[in-house]
C-alpha cells in the first residue's frame, strides 16, 4: 500500500468519525456532551484508572504470550509501559491504531525484525477483538436479547468474506501461497500451545470484562437508573462500536452505538450519549500514565541527542568513551 492509499484511509477514517460524531449530536443535542464531562468525579476516577489498569496488564500478557511464541520475549516492565503509551496514542490520535503501530515499531525496532513485531503486534490485537466479539455474543445470548445480532452479524460476514477474498487473491500465485503457508504455519506455533491458546483467550476476557466495568461506572456516574442485565448489555455494544476502526481517538461509532442501544431499552438516546461521554472522559484520563511514558522517552531521547552531539569536542580518553556507548 502506498503513501497516498493510506492517507486517504487515514482521512476517510477521520471523516467518518466527524460525521459519526456530528450527526449524533444533531439529533441528540450537545447537553449530554456536557452532562458526560460534568459526571467525572475523582470516585469515578479512581474505580476507572483501577480497572483500566487491569485491562492493560491483561493486555500486556496478552501480547508477552504471542510475542514469547513468535521468539519476541519481553519484560512485563518493557511490556505494561509500552501498552500505556499505545493505549494514549490510540485515544488522541485519529484512528485508533496508530499507538499499536507505533508500539510495533518499537518493539521491531528494539528486537531487529519490524515485520515480526508487526506480526505480534496485530496478531494479539486480533485475537482480543475475536475474543470480545464472541463475548459479545454470548453474553446477549444469555440474556435472550438477538435483535443486535443482525448488525453484528452483518460486520462478522464482511469481515469473513474480506479475509477469504484476500486469501484467495494470496493464493493465486506461489509466492502469495508461501506467505500463505508462512503465516499459517506462525499462527499454529502461536496459538498451537492449549497453554498459550488459554493465557491469550483469558487475557482478552479480561480485557472486555474490565472496559465493560468502566463503562458501567461511567453509565452510574451520570445517574443512569438500570437494571444490572440492561447495563452489562449497554456496555458491551458500546465496546463493541468502539473497536471498529472509524473513529477520532475512539469517539464516533461508541457515542452513535450507545445513544441508540439506550434509546432501544428506553433510557433516552441523551442520556446515553452522556454515558458514552464520560466514559471517553474517563478512558482518557485512565491512560494518562501513557502520556509520561512519551514524555520521559522524549526527554530520553534528548539527552542521547545532545550527548552525541557534544561527543566529538569534548577531550575524551577513547576508554571512557567506549564506557559511556556501552551504557547508551
Same mark, same amino acid.
Given at each position: 500500500?502506498?503513501?497516498?492509499?493510506?492517507?486517504?484511509?487515514?482521512?476517510?477514517? !477521520?471523516?467518518?468519525?466527524?460525521?459519526?460524531?456530528?450527526?449524533?449530536?444533531?439529533?441528540?443535542?450537545?447537553?449530554?456532551?456536557?452532562?458526560?464531562?460534568?459526571?467525572?468525579?475523582?470516585?469515578?476516577?479512581?474505580?476507572?484508572?483501577? /480497572?483500566?489498569?487491569?485491562?492493560?496488564?491483561?493486555?500486556?500478557?496478552?501480547?508477552?504470550?504471542?510475542?514469547?511464541?513468535?521468539?519476541?520475549?519481553?519484560?512485563?516492565?518493557?511490556?505494561?509501559?509500552?501498552?500505556?503509551?499505545?493505549?494514549?496514542?490510540?485515544?488522541?490520535?485519529?484512528?485508533?491504531?496508530?499507538?499499536?503501530?507505533?508500539?510495533?515499531?518499537?518493539?521491531?525496532?528494539?528486537?531487529?525484525?519490524?515485520?515480526?513485531?508487526?506480526?505480534?503486534?496485530?496478531?494479539?490485537?486480533?485475537?482480543?477483538?475475536?475474543?470480545?466479539?464472541?463475548?459479545?455474543?454470548?453474553?446477549?445470548?444469555?440474556?435472550?436479547?438477538?435483535?443486535? /445480532?443482525?448488525?453484528?452479524?452483518?460486520?462478522?460476514?464482511?469481515? /469473513?468474506?474480506?479475509?477469504?477474498?484476500?486469501?484467495?487473491?494470496?493464493?493465486?500465485?506461489?509466492?502469495?501461497?508461501?506467505?500463505?503457508?508462512?503465516?499459517?504455519?506462525?499462527?499454529?506455533?502461536?496459538?498451537?500451545?492449549?497453554?498459550?491458546?488459554?493465557?491469550?483467550?483469558?487475557?482478552?476476557?479480561?480485557?472486555?470484562?474490565?472496559?465493560?466495568?468502566? /463503562?458501567?461506572?461511567?453509565?452510574?456516574?451520570?445517574?443512569?437508573?438500570?437494571?444490572?442485565?440492561? !447495563?452489562?448489555?449497554?456496555?458491551?455494544?458500546? !465496546?463493541?462500536?468502539?473497536?471498529?476502526?472509524?473513529?477520532?481517538?475512539?469517539?464516533?461509532?461508541?457515542?452513535?452505538?450507545?445513544?441508540?442501544?439506550?434509546?432501544?431499552?428506553?433510557?433516552?438516546?441523551?442520556?446515553? !450519549?452522556?454515558?458514552?461521554?464520560?466514559?471517553?472522559?474517563?478512558?482518557?484520563?485512565?491512560?494518562?500514565?501513557?502520556?509520561?511514558?512519551?514524555?520521559?522517552?522524549?526527554?530520553?531521547?534528548?539527552?542521547?541527542?545532545?550527548?552525541?552531539?557534544?561527543?566529538?569536542?569534548?577531550?575524551?580518553?577513547?576508554?571512557?568513551?567506549?564506557?559511556?556507548?556501552?551504557?547508551?
Amino acid at each position: 500500500m502506498n503513501a497516498v492509499q493510506t492517507s486517504t484511509r487515514r482521512i476517510l477514517r !477521520l471523516g467518518g468519525g466527524v460525521i459519526v460524531v456530528a450527526s449524533t449530536i444533531a439529533v441528540v443535542g450537545t447537553g449530554p456532551l456536557a452532562r458526560g464531562v460534568l459526571a467525572v468525579s475523582p470516585t469515578v476516577i479512581l474505580a476507572a484508572v483501577t /480497572f483500566t489498569a487491569v485491562a492493560t496488564l491483561a493486555a500486556t500478557w496478552r501480547w508477552r504470550v504471542v510475542s514469547a511464541a513468535l521468539g519476541l520475549p519481553f519484560t512485563w516492565a518493557a511490556g505494561v509501559a509500552a501498552y500505556y503509551r499505545s493505549q494514549f496514542l490510540n485515544s488522541v490520535l485519529p484512528g485508533g491504531v496508530i499507538g499499536d503501530v507505533h508500539r510495533a515499531y518499537r518493539q521491531g525496532r528494539g528486537a531487529g525484525t519490524p515485520i515480526g513485531a508487526a506480526r505480534t503486534v496485530a496478531t494479539e490485537r486480533i485475537a482480543g477483538q475475536v475474543v470480545q466479539g464472541v463475548v459479545t455474543v454470548v453474553v446477549l445470548s444469555v440474556l435472550g436479547l438477538t435483535e443486535p /445480532f443482525i448488525g453484528f452479524a452483518w460486520i462478522a460476514a464482511a469481515a /469473513f468474506l474480506v479475509a477469504v477474498l484476500a486469501t484467495a487473491v494470496a493464493a493465486a500465485t506461489e509466492r502469495g501461497r508461501r506467505f500463505v503457508r508462512r503465516e499459517w504455519s506462525l499462527l499454529r506455533v502461536t496459538f498451537g500451545s492449549a497453554r498459550a491458546s488459554a493465557s491469550i483467550v483469558a487475557a482478552s476476557v479480561v480485557v472486555v470484562v474490565a472496559h465493560s466495568a468502566t /463503562f458501567v461506572v461511567a453509565c452510574l456516574a451520570v445517574g443512569v437508573t438500570a437494571s444490572p442485565r440492561e !447495563l452489562v448489555t449497554l456496555a458491551v455494544i458500546a !465496546l463493541a462500536a468502539a473497536a471498529l476502526p472509524l473513529s477520532i481517538g475512539g469517539w464516533g461509532p461508541r457515542e452513535a452505538a450507545s445513544a441508540s442501544a439506550f434509546a432501544l431499552v428506553g433510557l433516552g438516546a441523551g442520556v446515553g !450519549l452522556a454515558a458514552s461521554t464520560a466514559f471517553g472522559v474517563l478512558t482518557l484520563i485512565s491512560v494518562a500514565p501513557g502520556l509520561v511514558v512519551v514524555i520521559v522517552e522524549w526527554a530520553a531521547a534528548r539527552a542521547v541527542a545532545a550527548r552525541t552531539v557534544a561527543r566529538p569536542t569534548a577531550m575524551t580518553h577513547p576508554a571512557d568513551i567506549r564506557t559511556e556507548e556501552s551504557l547508551v
